[in-house]
């Protein structure tokens, strides 16, 4: 059971990618024009660490028979490796962006909270799976019972 579950939280951080696609063109869009860069990319930033919660805890629900809470520290290991490749992966490699705009989003002095995006990637699986019930392996006694 263990790599379909592993197969699922890939899926589940294709799901926070295309989010975070969809965040980032709506920033651009909407926020940048309203707010300037720095408002526009914090907001945006808070707006995605709860994306990221929200997809966690729906993954989490949905594949509780998948798992012992033991995994969820490698499910928000993976989901911040996969974001780091992605991010200087693509945006450094494929688009050409320079290492020191990429390096810029982790300045916290600056207004940048990209950390809490990868923070929140790393510590939502365990958090959010701490505040589910854990799976029933057994049924209880009245759905034992005909109806």
Do not use: Q
């Not at 996969?82 to 002095?109: I, K, Q, S």
């Amino acid at each position: 059971m263990f790599p379909r579950f592993v197969l699922y939280a890939c899926l589940a951080w294709l799901a926070i990618l295309l989010l975070a696609v969809l965040n980032g063109a709506a920033r651009d869009a909407l926020l940048v024009p309203l707010w300037g860069e720095t408002a526009a990319r914090a907001a945006s930033s808070l707006i995605l660490a709860a994306l990221i919660v929200l997809v966690a805890w729906v993954f989490l629900a949905r594949t509780r028979p998948l798992y012992r809470r033991g995994h969820l520290p490698a499910v928000g290991m993976l989901w911040l490796v996969l974001t780091l490749a992605f991010e200087f992966g693509f945006f450094h490699l494929v688009m050409g962006r320079p290492l020191a705009e990429l390096l810029a989003d982790y300045n916290l002095a600056a207004g940048r909270l990209w950390l809490l995006v990868l923070a929140t990637a790393c510590f939502a699986p365990v958090l959010v799976g701490r505040r589910l019930k854990p799976p029933r392996l057994e049924p209880r006694a009245d759905e034992l019972r005909e109806p």
